[in-house]
């Protein structure tokens, strides 16, 4: 441990205890980071899942998606680009939240 500089008013316990809040605080960052960059590829995998079971289908045939909490019936032609948009921006947002966890690692090494 670091000597206690007889300027800081000598309350190294203090100073340790900040440091260790700061560095929980940290932690509590980093896993909320990481949480959701793998909440955002889990959702892209179900999309591309979707979209990987719905391209045989006749694009006039019925499906049903939760839109909201509601079941709504729609067409295969009507619900694959809207699949497709929400798929593009689930990997817009992860992109944005893997660059901002790296730039956060990168200031706190």
Known sequence: MADVDPRDGGDG???AEAVVEQFEAMRREADSLWGKLTELDLERQEHELVLKTLQ???AGRRCF???GG???ERTVGEVCPAVERHKQALEQVRACVGR???RWLRGVL
Request: charged share 25%; no cysteine; glycine share 0%.
């Open 56 to 58: 045989p289908l006749d």
């Open 70 to 72: 509601v079941l709504v």
């Open 13 to 15: 316990a203090s100073q």
């Open 65 to 67: 998606r939760l839109v």
């Open 100 to 102: 901002r966890s790296r």
